[in-house]
């Protein structure tokens, strides 16, 4: 007998599968004190939440036989998912069952928008009869720019088809067959603000989309146009899309979600021409239903079966291969978020993954993943784990493939991870080596030693004498201190790459600087997000259902 704690608000239809089941014991305490669940939580084997509880490290130290957390929504920010994977506790979310709620609610704030409902309810409502304050426009053959085309955005779509209006998508993993069999134009952000009357956002908020619609896009687009967000706080420069209110350019705007929550600018709450709800996407009885019943099915599944679906933390392996594979981990993440940049940072069609020496031996299967999630984190960011990320590359349709060769390309262990793109592709090679670390030793046909650190300028130029001194003049100038740098080179005279580790980040205007200097043919910087730790967790060994 398995016994479940439910501390939230959580839809009693909705836990009815766990609720009759046989094998598990349910207890509904939603308005449970700290403290009180601290002292009650080492008798159950399973914890539901949602947005109220707290789960805590502190909480955690108390819950030795606690094996699965379920958070009955999306976002896990309330739970230290880093402290559950030290203690062997899985994290699960129901990352699909809001989908047609938050699509709704985005056609309902599209419309709101469209016909000015609010402000004119609230002047009827105050006793004015007001008929020529609120003149609206149509949807009817209307474009709308959808900027991301996962599920939401994909059902969006949908639904404003049937409005009659045309649809622009945007989205790194959007194919122009995806595109056709859905009825809308694969498009680039620009051609979206070009054409767009209206622009609905459903992206993940990532360091590549936070501030996407901003002053710079917002001067291309139509005057006129107005702005739906239900997606994630942030997507949206707040500042930029008050000032082209202000200025007449932006018709209005509908938003559900803030850079901040709750929101409290006067700016945003108080202008007569932007819509605001406080964070409902997901609010309506059925999805709250549907995400119960998600985390019920799927605690049942891993009590009985052992199969996980939808983990936001790591995946199982037994100690011994941990500690193989420890020093790799890392590495591996590291290479997928850098060859992911260095395609420019578009959506891969296939992926390539080599193995060779004495790695040939070891279960890869959690190392490939890391990579995996690395090139798949940089647009999804963090809705991709080591669990789901081969569902995501399948949803995706990118391909991938993992060979393994016993030669050792003069490494005792060394990866290499490729991906492409039409007829680009980028590749990178990496060993550990014994003493020394992590290191990048190859960028396509460029030998390089390379410590992977979280700045890393890469540049592209013609071998001739006093580049370097050129580059690291300029840095210098910008009082950029330069960590370390190395130089690749196939032939001499001809084409060169150099790598650089930097203590901070550089702006555009000094990579545009540097694409000045003569035989210089690329600047990028490349950054990572995880160069100190990777803690895969010690966990006892589960069945991982590979989709």
Request: glycine share 8%; hydrophobic share 40%.
């Amino acid at each position: 007998m398995f016994k479940v704690l439910v501390t939230d608000g959580i839809s009693q239809t909705g836990l009815k599968s766990l609720l009759d089941h046989p094998h598990f014991t349910v207890d509904r305490q939603p308005t449970l004190p700290t403290a009180e669940l601290k002292r009650m939580i080492g008798d159950y084997d399973a914890l539901i939440v949602r947005s109220q509880t707290k789960v805590t490290e502190e909480l955690l130290q108390a819950a030795d036989r606690l094996r699965v957390i379920a958070r009955a929504g999306v976002g896990v920010d309330n739970i230290d998912v880093n402290a559950a994977t030290k203690k062997g506790i899985i994290v699960i979310n129901a990352p699909g069952a809001n989908t047609i709620a938050a699509t709704e609610h985005t056609l309902a704030m599209m419309l709101a928008l469209a016909r000015k409902i609010p402000q004119a309810h609230q002047k009827t409502t105050s006793g004015e009869w007001d008929r020529n304050s609120f003149k609206g426009v149509e949807l009817y053959k209307k474009t709308l720019g959808v900027v991301g085309m996962g599920k939401i955005g994909t059902e969006v779509a949908k639904r404003a088809k049937s409005f009659g209006m045309t649809i622009l998508g945007f989205d790194p993993y959007l194919t122009e067959e995806r595109a056709k069999k859905l009825g809308i134009t694969k498009a680039s952000l620009d051609l979206i603000a070009a054409e767009s009357d209206f622009i609905t956002v459903h992206t993940p908020l990532t360091n590549d989309t936070r501030g996407i619609i901003n002053d710079a896009f917002l001067a291309k687009t139509k005057k006129g146009v107005r702005f739906v967000n239900c997606a994630r706080g942030g997507i949206i420069d707040e500042k930029a899309l008050v000032r082209a209110i202000a200025s007449g350019h932006v018709a209005g705007a509908a938003l559900d979600v803030f850079e901040k929550e709750p929101v409290a600018d006067p700016e945003l709450l108080q202008n007569p021409n932007i819509i605001v709800t406080p964070h409902l996407g997901a609010s309506t009885v059925e999805a709250q239903e549907k995400v119960a019943q998600e985390v019920s099915a799927e605690i049942i599944d891993i009590f009985e079966t052992q199969s996980i679906q939808h983990a936001v933390n790591m995946p199982q392996m037994s100690g011994e291969t941990q500690a193989k594979l420890q020093p790799y981990l890392l590495l591996g993440d590291q290479i997928g978020q850098l060859v992911i940049q260095l395609l420019n940072k578009q959506a891969p069609e296939k992926i390539t993954i080599n193995y060779y020496g004495d790695l040939i031996d070891e279960d890869t299967e959690l190392l490939t993943r890391t990579m995996l999630k690395g090139i798949l984190s940089y647009h999804l960011s963090d809705s991709v784990n080591l669990i789901n990320v081969l569902h995501l590359l399948k949803e995706q349709g990118v391909s991938y493939n993992v060979q393994k060769n016993a030669t050792n390309k003069g490494f005792a262990n060394y990866m290499e991870l490729s991906v492409s793109q039409g007829f680009q592709s980028a590749r990178i090679g990496a060993t550990v080596l014994n003493g020394y670390g992590a290191r990048v030793v190859k960028i396509n046909d460029y030998r390089i030693d390379v410590k992977p650190e979280k700045y890393l300028l890469y540049i592209k130029h013609h071998d001739v004498p006093g580049m370097i001194g050129k580059v690291g003049s300029l840095l210098g100038d910008y009082q950029i201190n330069i960590g370390t740098m190395q130089v690749g080179r196939t032939e001499v005279g001809g084409e060169a790459i150099m790598v650089l580790t930097l203590d901070k980040t550089l702006g555009t205007e000094i990579l545009h600087e540097l694409t000045l200097i003569d035989g210089l043919e690329e600047a990028q910087l490349l950054e990572l997000t995880n160069v100190d730790s990777f803690e895969p967790g010690r966990i006892e060994p589960q069945k991982v259902e590979t989709i």
